[in-house]
C-alpha cells in the first residue's frame, strides 16, 4: 500500500531484490518512444544478481554475487546481455550449493560462530562497478583485484594483474576516475588496518597500469571513493573506528563492526602529483561518493554525498524489512578546501535524500554546474530512490522527473552527445525497476530537459536486482 506519507510501498520496493539467476541475451523487440539519433554504445551495469545460495539468503545485497549486464544502443535498436562473474569464490559456492566465505557487509557461513571462527578471508563477490579501459573490461570490486571480462560476450577471462604489477588480491577501488584530457584511469586502493596502506594507479587509455605509488595512512581508512583533479587526489578520512573483536571470533560480519566517531572530525588528505601530502579536517560525516572535485586558484571545490550520520548495518537485521525513515539519508555538500589557510569550510546545496551523483565525464577534475543523481520522490523523510534530479550550482534550481510510485531507479550515467563537451548536451541513461510490471526498464532522458520525461522506454523481459554502478562507452560489440 501507498500511504498518505509514503511515495512507494516497501512490498513494492522488496520486489526489486529478487535474484536474476537466468542469463540470456535478446534484442528489445518493442521500444517505447525513440532511441535518440547519435546514441550509439554499450552501457555496461554492474550489481549483486544473485543474493542467496541454496536456502541462505546472503546477510547483505552487497555481498551479491556480480552480474554484469551489456545494454547496447546501436541503429536506433537495443541488445541487452547478462553474465555473471565467474570469481573463483563463485565457481566454489556454485559447485558446493552452499555459501563458503564470509561477505564483508553482511553475511557468514552457516553453522554459527565456531564456523567463522578466525576465517578471516572475504568473497570477492566484483559486483561494484564495471568499466572499459583499453580494451579491458573490467569488473570492479574493492577490497581485491578486477576481473577481466570479454565485452562482446562477457565471459570471465580471469583476475587482471596488468601484467603482473598487482597481486591477485591486491585492492582496486571501484571509482576509478578518467583524466578527459589523457583518457587516463586514475584508481586507488586501499587495505584498511590499525595504519592502512594507500596504493596509487594510473591505466593509461591502453589499460596498462603506467603508476604505482604507496602511502601509510595512520588508521583506520575506509576509502570507497575519492577525487580527482589535475593536480590533486583528495580522500575523505571518515572518523571510523573497527572493531575487529566480534568480527575475527566469528560472532559477526566486518561490516557490522563499524561505528563513526562523531566528537572525532574527518580528515581530508589532498595527495598532490609531487611532494608530500597535506591534512586538513573538516566535521565528523561519511562520504561513499564523491561528485567531482575541481581547482579554483590555489583552493578546491569538491562536491560529494555526505551521511553526518554512519548507516550503521545491524548484524542481524534482515535488509529487506528496512525502515527508511531510520536510515541516515545521504545529502549533497559542498566542500571548499583551501591548503594554503589549512581550512575547511562547507555548505549544503541541497536539503533531499540522493546517492550515485554523475557529472559531464568531460568536466571530470574541472568546473561543473550540473549534477545528475538518483533521489527521493520528494523532500522529507528519506526514502528508496525513485526520481532523477538534476542540480543546477550555478542558480541552486532543481529539475526531476520521478518515477513513484510504483519506479525505482538506480544510478544515473551521464552519455554526451557525439564530440560535445557542452555540459548539458548529453542523455542521462538509468535503469528502473518497475513494480507494477514486476519487470524493469532501460530509460533514456534529456540532460537539458529532465522533467519532459524520459524520450525513450525499453523493456526488459525481467527485472533487473537493484544495480549499484556502471559506465558508457561508445564502443558496440554487437551488430
Ligand atoms: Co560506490
Known amino acids: 500500500m501507498v500511504t498518505a506519507t509514503s511515495t512507494y510501498s516497501t512490498a513494492d520496493w522488496q520486489l526489486g531484490y529478487r535474484s536474476l539467476t537466468c542469463e540470456q541475451e535478446y534484442w528489445i523487440p518493442e521500444i517505447e518512444g525513440r532511441i535518440p ?109 578486477p576481473y577481466r571480462l570479454n565485452p562482446a560476450t562477457l565471459a570471465t577471462e580471469g583476475v587482471e594483474t596488468f601484467a ?16 578527459p584530457k589523457t583518457g587516463d584511469l586514475m584508481a586507488f586502493g586501499v587495505r584498511a588496518a590499525l595504519n592502512s596502506q594507500l596504493f596509487f594507479y594510473r591505466l593509461d587509455a591502453q589499460g596498462r597500469l603506467t603508476e604505482r605509488r604507496n602511502y601509510t595512512l595512520p588508521g583506520f581508512a575506509f576509502l570507497h571513493d575519492f577525487a580527482w583533479t589535475p593536480n590533486y587526489r583528495i580522500f575523505f578520512q571518515n572518523p571510523m573506528a573497527f572493531n575487529p ?54 583552493q578546491l571545490i569538491v562536491d560529494a554525498v555526505l551521511y553526518e550520520e554512519y548507516p550503521a548495518l545491524e548484524p542481524d537485521a534482515d535488509y529487506l524489512q528496512i525502515d527508511f525513515t531510520q536510515v541516515p539519508a545521504g545529502k549533497l555538500w559542498r566542500f571548499y578546501l583551501d591548503p594554503k589557510a ?72 551521464f552519455v554526451p552527445y557525439p564530440d560535445s563537451a557542452a555540459e548539458e548536451e548529453g542523455w542521462i541513461v538509468t535503469v528502473v525497476f518497475d513494480a507494477a510490471s514486476r519487470c524493469s526498464q532501460v530509460v533514456i532522458l534529456e540532460a537539458q530537459d529532465l522533467a519532459a520525461g524520459p524520450v525513450a522506454r525499453i523493456p526488459l523481459r525481467h527485472h533487473i536486482p537493484y544495480g549499484l554502478h556502471g559506465s558508457f562507452t561508445p564502443q558496440v560489440w554487437v551488430e
Open 164 to 179: 603482473g604489477a598487482l597481486s591477485p588480491g591486491q585492492p582496486f577501488t571501484a571509482h576509478p576516475r578518467r583524466d
Open 245 to 298: 573483536l566480534p568480527f575475527v571470533l566469528g560472532w559477526q560480519p566486518a561490516g557490522t563492526c563499524l561505528t563513526l566517531k562523531q566528537r572525532e572530525p574527518t580528515r581530508v588528505w589532498l595527495f598532490p602529483n609531487s611532494g608530500e601530502p597535506m591534512q586538513l579536517a573538516t566535521e565528523p560525516g561519511f562520504v561513499f561518493h564523491f561528485v567531482n572535485g575541481y581547482e579554483v586558484g590555489e
Open 342 to 413: 589549512g581550512s575547511v569550510k562547507r555548505e549544503r546545496l541541497l536539503d533531499r535524500s540522493v546517492e550515485f551523483p554523475a557529472v559531464h565525464p568531460a568536466h571530470m577534475g574541472g568546473c561543473h554546474r550540473y549534477i545528475y543523481m538518483g533521489a527521493t520522490h520528494a523532500p522529507g523523510p528519506n526514502a528508496p530512490l525513485q526520481a532523477i534530479l538534476k542540480l543546477d550550482t550555478a542558480t541552486g534550481r532543481t529539475q526531476q522527473y520521478s518515477f513513484a510510485p510504483r519506479g525505482f531507479v538506480g544510478e544515473p550515467v
Open 37 to 145: 539519433t547519435g546514441l550509439r554504445g554499450t552501457l555496461f551495469r554492474n550489481g549483486p544478481g544473485k543474493l542467496e545460495i541454496g536456502s541462505q539468503r546472503y546477510g547483505h545485497p552487497f555481498d551479491g554475487d556480480g552480474m554484469v549486464c551489456a545494454i547496447t544502443f546501436v541503429n536506433g535498436k537495443v541488445h541487452f546481455r547478462n553474465r555473471f562473474v565467474r570469481t573463483c569464490e563463485f565457481e566454489a559456492e556454485e559447485k558446493a550449493g552452499r555459501v563458503l566465505y564470509r561477505g564483508v557487509f553482511g553475511t557468514q557461513k552457516p553453522g554459527g560462530w565456531w564456523a567463522n571462527f578466525l576465517d578471516l578471508r572475504f568473497k570477492n563477490p566484483a559486483n561494484t562497478n564495471v568499466i572499459y579501459q583499453g580494451d579491458k573490461l573490467l569488473a570492479l570490486w574493492e577490497a581485491s583485484a
